[in-house]
């Protein structure tokens, strides 16, 4: 069985997890953690301090101590919102490599947003109904509302823990005007939430960072409640938090009122009473301030009572997505597929692209990748990368006619297409790039932007879209049939035309021939049958 190892890089935290695959479905039996706090410097100065990159290095290289004791067979290492704000972060992408060998991959906000989701509603069956998830991490909150295990909507905002302390919390306790600065700022971003999730009315809440445990566990705390409540808090032994245990989770909530009611008690406190506080500590009580203020307002914001920790968290989407990738018969592997389509769709209706058109262009790459596989040889992956790539080959022409596949290709790289991560989407943009007169060069920017061993691939694909393209270029016409027949040296394209002839995708097939053979060395023959 395959065992994955998954890293995430926070804003104030780094996180190993590794698991192996039993019966199509991962099971975890190591974790490590360390606060390296590496948004400190990013979001006073805008740069990673030498220091914070030290101390991530030096956590890193103990998480890859326990990766190799080991069979790990994947290694997927990811950074949030520290490193997408950092201007060095390319230095310190270098650092990793050259210490570790891992490759550091800088996700965006509603992409770790997703893969949270992923994570959450692979493990825990209450997620799978209509809910509203919320993880505030160092740098950044993602608030997604799912419901039947599908995202709806989802908002990533800069309102991380660690970026609100540095950014306006600088006295011990923060002084009223710091207070004023940080509500104004945590009001903007709210009014930002509210447009886009309105009122969700979402039975469930599930909070999945360390602050939401915290301020769970402190806000029950006979210090943080009313004296009536306080009293009779007395009474119970201790308070739980939510843990792994086997694969059950006990949950710890609290609701909406006694979060406001924390909130602002703690920003009355010097950081000496809050570390004492059962629940925060001393490595939390010098960032819980801000973030205690914003599951305050998220909560009311959206009419929301109350929330329920889970310690899921990125990377456990991490290792769901990892099992994905590799098991097509885990139930996960069926969800991100339908999350990537529904991803493309969505960006081919935000650029009107007519699903009918491109749906066959798409069909027809397919049909040409299956039928000479023998011929391009190209991994499995590629199935689906050339699928979306036919899909969204229009995009373009919503900016401008004239070299659309240049406006292509920039829209499929820049635009957030959930299940596919950033080397997926620069890929897929490369091969729905060259369509028209021009060939892919190592020297293009598009090709730049992709591993060199991968270039070969990509013409391959280029290819079999261009096909499928000139397959489909009378609209009027019917749908046409087409038989592939593959031989030694000649690919023979047999098209069965309706009343209405095939003549035009014929005439185009042939010149799309010179650049078959300069690709796979074989004569590309068409005829009608």
């Not at 590799?326 to 069926?334: G, I, L, Q």
Request: hydrophobic share 40%.
């Amino acid at each position: 069985m395959p065992t994955f190892a998954a890293i995430d890089i926070g804003s104030n935290s780094c996180r190993l997890a590794i698991a192996t695959v039993e019966q199509h479905k991962v099971k975890g039996f190591h974790e490590d953690r360390e606060v390296v706090r590496l948004g400190d410097s990013v979001f006073e100065t805008g740069e990673i301090s030498p220091d914070a990159m030290a101390n991530t290095i030096r956590a890193l290289k103990r998480f890859q101590k326990s990766v190799q004791a080991q069979p790990v067979d994947r290694v997927r290492v990811v950074a949030t919102s520290a490193m997408r704000d950092a201007r060095n972060a390319a230095a310190f992408i270098a650092w990793v490599k050259s210490a570790t060998g891992w490759v550091v991959e800088v996700i965006s906000g509603l992409e770790e947003g997703r893969l949270i989701h992923l994570g959450v509603v692979t493990h825990e069956p209450g997620a799978r109904g209509r809910c509203v998830l919320i993880d505030l991490g160092g740098g950044s909150c993602e608030v997604t509302l799912s419901d039947g295990g599908r995202i709806q909507s989802m908002v990533s905002l800069p309102l991380g823990s660690v970026r609100l302390q540095q950014e306006f919390l600088h006295n011990d306790p923060p002084t009223a005007d710091q207070q004023s600065q940080l509500h104004s700022y945590i009001d903007r971003e709210m009014r930002k939430l509210e447009r886009k999730m309105g009122k969700p009315g979402a039975p469930l809440v599930i909070a999945t960072s360390g602050a939401a445990a915290a301020l769970a566990e402190a806000s029950k705390h006979p210090s943080m409640l009313p004296k009536a409540l306080a009293k009779a808090a007395k009474m119970v032994k201790k308070s739980t938090i939510a843990r792994r245990v086997s694969t059950k989770i006990v949950p710890l909530e609290t609701d909406t009122a006694s979060v406001r009611r924390l909130a602002n008690k703690l920003v009355k406190m010097k950081n000496s009473e809050r570390l004492v506080i059962p629940g925060i500590g001393p490595k939390r009580s010098e960032i819980i301030i801000g973030g205690a203020f914003v599951y305050a307002d998220i909560l009311e914001r959206l009419h929301l009572k109350g929330f329920r920790y889970s310690p899921l968290g990125l990377r456990d989407g991490i290792l769901a997505q990892m099992l994905s990738d590799s098991d097509e018969r885990a139930s996960v592997h069926k969800a991100v597929e339908q999350e990537r389509w529904e991803g493309v769709l969505e960006v081919c209706r935000r650029y009107n692209i007519d699903p009918k058109r491109a749906d066959s262009v798409r069909a027809d790459a397919v049909r040409l990748f299956d039928a000479t596989e023998r011929v391009h040889g190209l991994p499995e992956e590629y199935r689906e990368l050339l699928s979306a790539a036919a899909m969204m080959n229009e995009v373009g022409k919503f900016m401008n006619h004239q070299g659309h596949h240049r406006h292509t290709q920039y829209i499929i790289e820049n635009s957030e297409i959930f299940g596919f991560s950033s080397g997926e989407r620069t890929t897929m943009s490369a091969i729905a790039r060259y369509l028209g007169k021009s060939r892919p060069d190592p020297m293009d920017r598009p090709m730049r932007s992709i591993p060199v061993e991968e270039h070969s691939n990509v013409g391959r694909a280029i290819v079999l879209l261009r096909l499928a393209v000139a397959l489909n270029q009378n609209r009027a016409t019917e749908a046409l049939q087409v038989a592939v027949r593959v031989y030694p040296k000649r690919v023979l394209v047999e098209l069965h035309a309706g009343k209405n002839g095939a003549e035009l995708e014929r005439w185009m097939l042939k010149k799309e021939a010179a650049y078959f053979r300069e690709i796979f060395r074989r004569d590309l023959i068409v005829e009608l049958a």
